[in-house]
């Protein structure tokens, strides 16, 4: 069974530009979760989807967003990009919340000059 | 300050066995994890251990977990080069599907 793919996997922008990430997770997996891995703040969680709907949302700015297909890929979205946004983009799939083990892919390294 | 703690480095030499430690700070924690990442790479899952568990054993991999001190520990028996890595124990509270990590520990394997 393919694990959790992510697209692109580099990413170059520059500040004020906007991004869109894809995440496709394991095939039978329904949620779907975004993590931000940065140097100074670690692994941060973003938010998480279900069958379509936000279940959960960590703690950043309406800059950021996402959204669940009916297929279960998901992609986030951040506008206006500023520096501090740079980070490895993790996506992570589950079966099913609450609590199933999740499993990532290998990330979107996001660079913003 | 951080829900989940973990000290910054450990170095091992090859054969031995290598004990990464972490706590954590809250009680209502359901399932804990271990999940490993090398360079340039997404993170990989290691193992994972319910709170209603004192300990699990996955070929070399051994969980411990004390939930009155809220310590859980991993240790790898016969640490080969490849283990060498950064390892994060992480968290899930109550019905969520949140993860929260702890900063991750770098482990050095020295041959």
């Known amino acids: 069974k393919a694990g959790v793919t992510q697209t692109p996997r580099y990413l170059i922008k520059t500040r004020g530009q906007q991004v869109t990430l894809s995440c496709s997770p394991i095939?039978?997996?329904?949620?779907v979760s975004w993590y931000q891995q940065t140097p100074g703040q670690g692994l941060q969680f973003l938010f998480e989807y279900f069958s379509e709907t936000q279940r959960n949302k960590g703690n950043f700015p309406g800059r950021f967003s996402g959204r669940q297909f009916s297929n279960s890929r998901s992609e986030m979205n951040v506008s206006t990009l500023e520096l501090g946004d740079s980070a490895l983009y993790l996506c992570?799939?589950?079966?099913?919340?609450?609590?199933?083990?999740?499993?990532f892919g290998p990330g979107t390294r996001l660079t913003v000059l | 300050g951080e829900d989940v703690e973990q000290s910054l480095f450990l170095s091992v030499r090859e054969g031995d066995s290598s004990v990464i430690n972490c706590t954590y700070t809250?009680?209502?924690?359901?399932?804990l994890y271990w999940y490993k990442q090398e360079p340039g790479a997404g993170l990989q899952l290691l193992t994972y251990?319910?709170?209603?568990?004192d300990m699990k054993q996955d070929q070399r991999l051994t969980v411990l977990l004390n939930k009155k001190d809220k310590h859980l520990s991993l240790r790898i028996a016969d640490t080969q080069t490849g283990d060498s890595a950064i390892y994060f124990c992480?968290?899930?509270?109550?019905?969520?599907?949140?993860?929260?990590f702890g900063g991750g520990t770098r482990l050095m394997v020295k041959p």
């Open positions: 992480a968290e899930t509270l109550n019905a969520g599907n949140m993860l929260t």
């Open positions: 095939s039978g997996h329904r949620s």
């Open positions: 992570a799939s589950s079966f099913a919340p609450p609590g199933d083990t999740q499993y």
């Open positions: 251990i319910f709170s209603n568990m």
């Open positions: 809250d009680s209502s924690s359901t399932y």
